[in-house]
């Protein structure tokens, strides 16, 4: 007698080929229409599912497991950040999680690299000068200066395997490679990478022409770019995020923009997301900044890798075997 197949419930619409894959292997709920889950109807999964297939968009709260039904062992994050799941009382609950770390680390280095070269070279402002069917008046020399890359000194503030695919890409374009992490690395990727640990966050912020944020949020990081650490930062220096709003206190740093404090930001993740802050947007119409909707991991082939992974979690897990990419509390 075949063993019953497991009741995945997706939250969100996944690429077609990772849908047809977990309806050959699973009895699937999937969500054709898009529409993010509210609490409530994230409740009502939790209670029949065997398995839950959240993302980013979805909060997994002690108030949702706690109304969990026995039947769930397994949440599989279809994302690399689990910042949206609390993992601490999943696991009371014994309820396993994985994520799809790996997969999203060159596209999400690739829009890092973007928007570094983006917000200094004004690409996006550029852009738009002809894109407003005014009529272009021509070249001029003093026209439209951004400012050079080249040369200056990139500081990155979590050298997991993102940050470490930033360094790579941002040492071809001439940047100098600064690094804060938790842990120092290796010397011979310190080597490889020509990159200067510090152990200081204040005294690198201090010192970098560019910063990226490429760790992830956990408690320990929320507002680590506090007000008092991004007045550490020069006037002339920019900051991109690929990672999480809530690693920056948006507000300080919509204020330093604000008052020249700060010579521009890319950002990718925002602290309310869906929500943007209106001043954001502002400050993005008037050139200062380059705001992108979360797309950091956003290619197809991403998409695809991501699923597998998530198949690849629930599939072992379901055999009886330890998922590659269990997260566990510990890891935060
Ligand atoms: C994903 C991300 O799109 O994986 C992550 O951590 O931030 C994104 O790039 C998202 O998390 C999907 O759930």
């Known amino acids: 007698m075949s063993k019953k197949k497991p009741l995945v419930v997706v939250t969100r619409k996944l690429p077609d080929s990772v849908e047809t894959r977990m309806r050959e292997l699973f009895e699937t709920r999937l969500n054709l229409d898009d529409r993010p889950m509210t609490q409530a109807e994230l409740v009502d999964a939790v209670r029949v599912a065997d398995v839950l297939v959240p993302t980013v968009t979805d909060r997994i709260d002690a108030g949702v497991l706690s109304q969990a039904g026995d039947n769930l062992r397994l949440v599989a994050n ?16 014994g309820i396993t999680v994985t994520n799809t770390p790996g997969v999203l680390t060159e596209d999400t280095a690739d829009m890092t690299m973007a928007l570094i070269l ?30 050079r890359i080249w040369g200056k000194r990139l500081g990155i503030i979590g050298m997991g395997r993102i940050g470490q695919a930033v360094a790579r890409r941002a040492k ?14 290796a010397a011979s990727i310190e080597e490889a990478l020509d990159a200067t640990y510090w152990d200081s966050l204040d005294q690198m912020l201090a010192r970098m022409d560019i910063v990226s944020i490429n760790c992830p949020h956990t408690p320990g990081t929320y ?11 020069r006037p002339d220096a920019y900051i991109v995020n690929t990672a999480r709003g809530e690693v920056i206190d948006e507000n300080a740093l919509i204020r330093m923009l604000e008052h020249n404090d700060l010579a521009g930001a890319g950002l990718d993740v925002f602290e309310h997301e869906p929500a943007v802050n209106p001043k954001l947007i502002k400050l993005a119409r008037e050139g ?10 956003a290619t197809l082939e991403g998409r695809i890798d991501m699923g597998e992974k998530v198949i690849i979690n629930i599939k072992t897990f379901m055999d009886g075997h330890r998922p590659p990419d269990r997260v566990l509390p510990t890891m935060l």
Do not use: C
Request: aromatic share 8%; no cysteine; hydrophobic share 40%.
């Open 172 to 185: 071809a374009f001439g940047l100098q490679i600064h690094y804060h992490n938790r842990r120092r690395l």
């Open 78 to 93: 279809f994302g690399n950040g689990v910042d949206n799941i609390d993992v601490g009382t999943a696991n009371n609950r």
């Open 223 to 233: 507002h680590l770019l506090s007000a008092r650490r991004l007045k550490l930062m």
């Open 118 to 147: 983006a917000v200094p070279r004004r690409l996006t402002e550029g852009a738009r000068v002809l894109e407003s069917g005014d009529a272009w008046e021509g070249w001029s020399p003093t026209w439209m200066l951004g400012h």
């Open 288 to 297: 200062r900044i380059v705001l992108l909707p979360h797309m950091g991991s």
